[in-house]
């Protein structure tokens, strides 16, 4: 959902809000980001599979690309 959208479809609703209410929906939000933001995998073996499953996954998208080009 695109911001405009979203200020259309939501924007009388929040206008109507408290402010107390508008804070805690500010606070929940800075909950969920800041949650979002920490590290998911905090053992060095968890992180090294990640890199190794993002390589894996670059390197079947470059083999797909390639087989289905037309070629020359």
């Known amino acids: 959902m ?3 959208e979203m ?3 939501y924007g009388d609703e929040y ?3 408290s402010k107390e209410d508008k804070d805690e929906l500010v606070e929940e939000f800075k909950s969920i980001k800041k949650a979002a933001s920490t590290i998911r995998h905090p053992t060095a073996c968890s992180r090294l599979q990640d890199v190794t499953n993002v390589v894996r996954n670059m390197e079947l998208l470059v083999q797909l690309q390639f ?5 020359q």
Do not use: A, G, H, M
């Open 15 to 17: 206008n109507k809000l």
């Open 2 to 4: 695109k911001l405009r």
């Open 67 to 71: 087989s289905c080009s037309p070629t």
């Open 7 to 9: 200020q259309t479809d």
